[in-house]
DNA sequence: GGCTAATCGATAATTTTGTATCGAGATGAA
DNA sequence: TTCATCTCGATACAAAATTATCGATTAGCC
């Protein structure tokens, strides 16, 4: 099988997987079966078992499988183990915010410096993190091997400090400006876009709220 | 059709649209084909076609369609017209980022007050928002007929905050811990998930080097 | 005024993702 | 030891989403 080929939604739903059953782990739980895991993160079994397959992890008939195994399969796969360095730029509210997540380094991802070009900024100091000038950017990531970029900037701006990063050797953004980059193939771009998750709140609420007056009004408004 | 019918991959792909939209709008842009959307955006222009076709918005064939009948088609149909007044719950680095930004409101969400278990919090105002005491947000979201619940607390304590939430006629909640809420249904959860989305990016980032690693070196281990 | 080229929107095919089925293996009890 | 039962994992099926096809429509040009 080519690694490549695992389906993106299995990639996504890892992560909850992975927490799951961290928090199992901290109440002592040694075994657990994937009827149990669909049951509690609402997904089916059969997908469950899938998931877990591709990180090549076993279970065992009757028993289930050993939470400690599983966590570290996943681990493994993600390669949440290989912690790469990261460039922050834009130490506004959200970047900020992710700065003073420690817990990014146990999914893989270290956050070494940011930047900003707010001068205001400049000189702060993070959660243990520096914030830099944006003049430094470009000969610092060449030399620090550089292999991820967070883009915490304003939209008009996201695009070609994009491309600075990927012109310094950053082989993957982790993107949350609500644009769309446009950057070479192989860059590899992770948008985190908050908008879209708001669409769909928004989306179904009105839906929700509609079919609520509906059912309260007495004319059963067929449509379709 | 039914409402609820539209796909939501659909939904998330229209903040895109809105977006980018807008940005047109700003340049002066009156007209825009679905071609050029997705040419732009990434998206196939059939896809875009019957994205579009959702909102209700139709294009005439050689011109296209006009931009500002589009964005405003979108901003109905997301219902980002109107404004829900939402809570916010958990001041910490990622809770204050989220007041920071102005812009929500634009996608249908006001924040109104924020809450937080720590003292050290309360009395504090973000952005023109108070952080009020956890005790207060029962009676204020009852008598405020709050809609929508933003949860940045720990994940330890977001079951609980959630069922809070709806206890309170909270309808919708935004939820940006790692963790799978059970709620009763009806509720709509929409999850902002970080991690899921490291989980992505790391392993794409891991495979694509270990392609690079691969061709550089001289054996081409097939495998599948 | 008719022709060309571009775009739309509907329908069909393909691909991807998710769900169900079923035999095999392992555990613990009779 | 044998049997019942639970769980796994492979295969087959169904649904959803994406991509392709094709006729219809309209603006601009000759």
Known sequence: MRAESVPEPTLRRLPSYYHYLVRLREKGQEMISA???GEDLGVHHTQVRKDLA???SQGKPKVGHRVEELIVSI????NWNNVTD???VGAGHLGTALLGYAGFERAGVKIVAAFDANPKMVGKKIQGVSILPMEK????ARRMHIGIGILTVPAE???ETAEMMVGCGVQAIWNFAPIVLDLPQGVIVENVALYSSLGVLSRK???HRKALLA???????ASE
Not at 75 to 78: A, I, K, Q
Not at 137 to 140: A, K
């Open 75 to 78: 681990e493994n796969f993600l």
């Open 86 to 88: 990261a460039f922050l």
């Open 215 to 221: 059912k309260a009004s007495p004319e059963p408004v």
């Open 35 to 37: 009827a149990q895991i």
């Open 205 to 207: 609420l009105s839906v």
């Open 157 to 159: 701006v996201a695009q």
């Open 137 to 140: 950017f470009t000969d610092l």
């Open 54 to 56: 591709v990180t090549g």
